[in-house]
Antibody
Framework: EVQLLESGGGLVQPGGSLRLSCAAS????????MSWVRQAPGKGLEWVSG????????DYANSVRGRFIISRDISKNTLYLQMNSLRAEDTAVYYC??????WGQGIMVSVSS | DIQMTQSPSSLSASVGDRVTITCRAS??????LNWYQEKPGKAPKLLIY???SSVGGVPSRFSGGGSGTVFTLTISTLQPEDVATYYC?????????FGQGTKLEIK
């Protein structure tokens, strides 16, 4: 079964850090470009970051560039999002996605004091 | 950044109706356009990619069209299970921006 499973979310104080993980199974993870997409409460979808399939080229939305780092471990079939200097406006459900065809169930990140 | 604008923002239609949602890009994106269906508490589901290519398993009543800057998602015969919010997204250039969403309800 093709599956993406996010973990690592939770409540963090402003300025804090969190690392999200996304475990892939049932497909050739190394062959897929992967992305993180978020949705703030009651809001629309926002693409956050992406990493290419082969060269591992990374890209970021302006809103997170310099604070978030996307990476992948092919040996573990896992995608990561290291989130630093978190702000209240980063509060959202975070989804990992494979070429936008495959989606995880989402994980909540709340930034609040 | 490329801006994506959907219309209408909300829509109420009857079962059996033909429904069309429009998505406009602020510049040409060729056919790099995806359509998603999102239901409450669920992850987005890709319906259409490359403007008009249907994802396997998606009911045939969903179709996409357009190129350049204007795109459409059409539901040929609305069903009760189609109640959802629909988003378009351009995959032409980074950042891969989404439209604001169209909330579809049944009359």
């Amino acid at each position: 079964e093709v599956q993406l499973l996010e973990s690592g979310g939770g409540l963090v104080q402003p300025g804090g850090s969190l690392r999200l993980s996304c475990a892939a199974s049932g497909f050739s993870f190394s062959s897929y470009a992967m992305s993180w997409v978020r949705q703030a409460p009651g809001k629309g979808l926002e693409w956050v970051s992406g990493i290419s399939d082969s060269r591992g080229t990374t890209d970021y939305a302006n809103s997170v560039r310099g604070r978030f780092i996307i990476s992948r471990d092919i040996s573990k079939n896992t995608l990561y999002l290291q989130m630093n200097s978190l702000r209240a406006e980063d509060t959202a459900v975070y989804y990992c996605s494979g070429t936008f065809h495959i989606w995880g169930q989402g994980i909540m990140v709340s930034v609040s004091s | 950044d490329i801006q994506m604008t959907q219309s209408p923002s909300s829509l109420s239609a009857s079962v059996g109706d033909r429904v069309t949602i429009t998505c406009r890009a602020s510049q040409s994106i060729s056919s790099y356009l995806n359509w998603y269906q999102e239901k409450p508490g669920k992850a987005p589901k890709l319906l259409i990619y490359a403007a008009s290519s249907s994802v396997g398993g998606v009911p045939s009543r969903f179709s996409g069209g357009g190129s350049g800057t204007v795109f459409t998602l059409t539901i040929s015969t609305l069903q009760p299970e189609d109640v959802a919010t629909y988003y378009c997204q351009q995959s032409y250039s980074i950042p891969y921006t989404f439209g604001q969403g169209t909330k579809l309800e049944i009359k």
